[in-house]
Each structure stands twice: as structure tokens, then as C-alpha cells.
């Protein structure tokens, strides 16, 4: 147990040992099934702050830990957007989960519009939070450095102090001066998605930071935009809108969920 609801388990998918932590009501009647996908640089733990208001909501909560990251195998140096998709699906498939609502931030975000064009798609719902997906040739270059300025406030609220060493660790040297990681990376930032948005045709919530530096509100304009019915929600925040602006958040995400 992780703490006195939420638990942890680990499963082999696609050769890859994969991390993830649940949490399951008691009763699962009509109960919303929500995946919840991080971002680059940390772990799904970063999602546990909100956590507590959604276990109310007697959803049935999944955190996966991506390959690379946290407690999960670091993969092949050839892994890309659709390898990282294949997991997530597999994961979804071998748990038998239903009504399933994904909702992935930053580079998380990137694996869940993959996941939501896989033919057939497992999902009910997609939210895009921060998500990455509006490329530019230089992202890649520049994006380490703004990550860390981002993340650094992070560290200022008390609840955050404990992980704050390994934070500072994983976004300063684990993965991306591993050598495989590094070319992970490289092949992540690299994909363009846009042209495949107005493919999506489930429900889908953007929800962006106005300060966000990392991927900016006019990436979060353009998805709009390119996903048919998609709503797109602007929170006065940075990068992490779900921390330093949880309660905003959790009402969005559960009035869109």
C-alpha cells in the first residue's frame, strides 16, 4: 500500500516491467474508470494530491508509471510515441478495464492522443492537460532548461518537500543523461502530432496554464482547434496546473468526467 487507500502493483507488458498504483471503491457500480498519465521528468506519484477528492467521486483511479520512469523498466533507446501507446493499451486490455477516461499531462498527454487514435480505442473520454504535441524544431534543445524552471516552484509547498531531492535528481541527470533515455527523448519531441488531432473523435478537455512556458496556451488554442468538439479550459497557472491550482482542476476534470 502506498497509504491507506491507494495501492501498488507491477505487471510485465511487452517485455517491460511497468509500475502502477490504484485505487479500486468498494463499490464499482457505474464507477468511472480514469488512467491517469504524467509527464516527462517525474513519476505518477506527482498525481496524488488530487487524488483524495476523487476517490469521494468513487472513481476507480489507475497511475501508471511509463517506461523510464519511476519504478518502470527504462526501455530500448529505439522507444517512440507509438511503443509508449502500445503499453498503455496492453496495461488497459490486461487489467480488463472499462469506461475508460484517460488523462495525460505534458509528454503523458502525447501518449494519450496516440492512444485515442489506436483503431479500435479503448477510451470514453480524452483530457489534455499542459499536453504536448505542437512541435517546433528547437523544443527538443530548450526544453530540459525550462522543465527545470517550471518544476522549481514546485518545491516551495511543504507537501512537496519530501520528493524534492528526487526531483532535482530526475530531472537533472537520471534520465536525461541516460544514455538510452536521452534518445528516447530525441525521438518523443521529435513527432509532430497536429496533423492527427482532427482525427480524434471521442469527448476531450484541454485544459492549459496561462503562465505555462513549457507548452504554451496557443498550443492548447491550436488543439482546440484541430479536435472536432473539444473544450478548452485556461487555469491561472504554469506547467502544473493540477498542484498549484488542484481545486480548480479536480472541479474541471470531474464536471468534464
Not at 146 to 151: Q, R, S
Request: proline share 6%; hydrophobic share 40%.
Amino acid at each position: 500500500m502506498v497509504n491507506n487507500q491507494i495501492s501498488c502493483k507491477q505487471i510485465i507488458v511487452n517485455d517491460l516491467l511497468i509500475n502502477y498504483y490504484y485505487f479500486l471503491p468498494k463499490k464499482k457500480s457505474n464507477s468511472k474508470t480514469v488512467v491517469f498519465l504524467h509527464g516527462w521528468g517525474v513519476d505518477s506519484q506527482l498525481w496524488f494530491k488530487i487524488a483524495p477528492t476523487l476517490i469521494k467521486k468513487n472513481y476507480s483511479l489507475y497511475f501508471i508509471d511509463l517506461p523510464g520512469f519511476g519504478q518502470s523498466q527504462i526501455p530500448p533507446e529505439s522507444f517512440n510515441l507509438d511503443q509508449y501507446k502500445d503499453i498503455v493499451l496492453k496495461l488497459i486490455e490486461r487489467l480488463s478495464l472499462k469506461n475508460v477516461e484517460v488523462v495525460g499531462h505534458s509528454f503523458g498527454g502525447s501518449v494519450a492522443i496516440k492512444l485515442a487514435l489506436n483503431d479500435p480505442h479503448p477510451l470514453e473520454k480524452l483530457v489534455l492537460v499542459n499536453a504536448a504535441g505542437v512541435r517546433h524544431p528547437s523544443i527538443s534543445k530548450k526544453f530540459k532548461a525550462v522543465l527545470a524552471k517550471i518544476i522549481r516552484p514546485l518545491f516551495f509547498p511543504s507537501f512537496m518537500q519530501p520528493v524534492r531531492a528526487k526531483l532535482y535528481q530526475l530531472i537533472g541527470s537520471e534520465y536525461l543523461n541516460n544514455p538510452s533515455m536521452s534518445k528516447v527523448f530525441t525521438q518523443v519531441v521529435s513527432e509532430n502530432l497536429m496533423p492527427l488531432l482532427s482525427k480524434i473523435n471521442i469527448p476531450t478537455l484541454i485544459i492549459s496554464g496561462d503562465s505555462d512556458k513549457v507548452t504554451p496556451v496557443a498550443h492548447a488554442q491550436e488543439m482546440n482547434k484541430k479536435i472536432k468538439g473539444s473544450k478548452l479550459v485556461i487555469l491561472s497557472s504554469g506547467h502544473f496546473g493540477f498542484l498549484d491550482q488542484s481545486d480548480e482542476f479536480v472541479k474541471v476534470l470531474t464536471k468534464f468526467i
